[in-house]
């Protein structure tokens, strides 16, 4: 499944996970912030797979319709970061966001702006705590929002098919007292995979004083 | 008697950097390390562990869990909880278990101040 020039070492593994974790605890500080109630995490598993995997992988977890926040970025390193919900999930991070009183159809014409800052702040968030860990800038884009399933999702992240590896990275969170649930996810292809590596090494480097060689 | 930190992480690279942090601070004390939280459970009860520092997020039972069940086998272990996650629920919980709550990353300053506090209680329990 991995080929040689993508294998990460068990310690640059380690290290990206930890970088990720420490990114998503603090983006997860912050929407605790936003909601005012505290939102759980999963440890971060990060697997080398193909795009298709990496959609099928999601696609067996929810059977439902999909809604997803995603944000490209770009710099030392490139690639798309993802915050997945079951659809109905979406509307009642909405109302946890933006109020409780607010009606079906308040909820509804404020749904994509609330998803939209939502991802904003937990994606954002994540990806920029870990640019300043690797001492490097990334340029995010703008999130987006788009709904449909896991295969579509997965899909629209890669316009040169489904075969291509890409890391792929999910966490699971959940808000407690709230029905709501969701992955963090993060993909990233190969040449930016190359570049990621010597940033880590860095990281290791500058963490540790040494790299396993 | 020399002085052991327990260093309980499932992250390899976090383990190492809380490894060279101590031996900075306190290059006399002895360092074990656990992968998990039974682990960590097994080694307390097999060898001496004076101080523990412990991840929060980890596969399995977590860091205020361990904590938790540290607290009970050990009353008056200083104990520290290492994370990110600085939602005001767990920094709390570390709190209700007498737990010190230090940011990740790990500093040497953060770390430091948690030290000395550790040594001291150890001190005087000692005396």
């Not at chain 1, 319709?65 to 919900?85: H, K, N, P, S, W």
Request: aromatic share 4%; charged share 25%; net charge negative.
């Amino acid at each position: 499944m991995t080929t040689g020039t993508v294998d990460l070492t068990e310690l640059q593994r380690d290290a990206f996970t930890e970088l990720v974790n420490i990114g998503v605890s603090k983006a997860a500080a912050s929407l605790r912030k936003m909601i005012g109630v505290q939102v759980l995490l999963s440890v971060p598993a990060v697997e080398i797979v193909s795009q298709a995997q990496a959609a099928r992988m999601i696609g067996e977890r929810e059977a439902s319709e999909l809604v997803v926040v995603q944000q490209d970025f770009t710099g030392a390193f490139g690639g798309r970061a993802l915050l997945i919900f079951p659809q109905e999930n979406g509307r009642e991070l909405v109302r946890a966001v933006a109020g409780e009183d607010l009606s079906a159809e308040e909820v509804l014409e404020l749904e994509d702006e609330a998803l939209t800052e939502t991802g904003n702040v937990i994606l954002n968030g994540c990806l920029a705590t870990m640019a300043n860990l690797l001492q490097r800038t990334l340029s995010m884009s703008l999130p987006e929002v788009i709904r449909g399933d896991g295969p579509r999702i997965f899909q629209s992240a890669s316009d040169e098919g489904n075969d291509a590896l890409v890391l792929f990275l999910y966490i699971n969170f959940a808000v407690r007292e709230r029905d709501i649930r969701g992955y963090i996810a993060m993909l990233m292809d190969l040449p930016a995979l190359e570049s990621l590596k010597v940033l880590i090494d860095g990281f290791v480097e500058r963490a540790i004083g040494e790299t396993e060689s | 008697m020399t002085t052991t930190a327990l260093i309980v992480d499932d992250s390899k690279l976090a383990r190492l950097v809380v490894t060279k942090l101590l031996r900075q601070l306190k290059p006399d004390w002895e360092i074990a390390e656990a992968a998990n939280a039974d682990a960590a459970m097994t080694l307390v009860g097999e060898r001496q562990v004076d101080v523990a520092l412990l991840d929060f997020n980890m596969p399995g039972k977590d860091g205020l869990e361990l904590a938790a069940d540290l607290r009970a086998a050990r009353p008056g272990m200083p104990i520290a909880v290492v994370s990110a996650n600085i939602q005001d629920e767990i920094i709390a919980r570390a709190r209700s278990v007498d737990a010190t709550f230090l940011p990740k990353p790990l500093t040497e300053e953060g770390l430091a101040g948690f030290l000395s506090g550790a040594a001291l209680r150890l001190r005087r329990a000692a005396s």
